[in-house]
């Protein structure tokens, strides 16, 4: 899959969201990064159970496969700030993995 492919999708789901909750575009923004909240609060809780650091009782909630299900969340929901903003997620891409890369072998 290709980021212009996740982006696309995160545009079809963002409208889906818009137009159920009648937002302006700020407000999509908002609310979409608050969901980058949520999801990088479930992505931090199976960290934690990935390593089994919560409560014993709970450690069977836990699994790899539901870590990569919220790290995909995770993923996803910020291309959902990307495109509520206007943003294109594959220049960003290209521009800061260029810069990161240039840096890297500075070094
Ligand atoms: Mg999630």
């Known amino acids: 899959m290709k980021i212009q492919e996740l982006q696309a999708a995160s545009d079809k789901q963002l409208e889906k969201f818009k137009e159920a909750y009648?937002?302006?575009?700020?407000?999509l923004?908002?609310?979409?990064?608050?969901?980058?909240g949520e999801e990088f609060g479930e992505l931090s809780d199976q960290l934690l159970g990935f390593y089994k650091l919560q409560r014993h009782?709970?450690?069977d909630q836990?699994?790899?496969e539901e870590?990569?299900?919220?790290?995909f969340d995770t993923l996803f929901t910020v291309f959902g700030v990307a495109s509520a903003t206007g943003l294109d997620l594959t220049e960003?891409?290209?521009k800061r993995s260029k810069f990161i890369l240039e840096r890297k072998l500075r070094e």
């Open 92 to 94: 960003i891409c290209k």
């Open 29 to 36: 923004a908002l609310a979409i990064n608050t969901k980058l």
């Open 67 to 71: 870590l990569e299900k919220e790290l």
């Open 62 to 64: 836990y699994s790899t």
């Open 22 to 27: 009648g937002l302006d575009g700020r407000e």
């Open 57 to 59: 009782d709970k450690l």
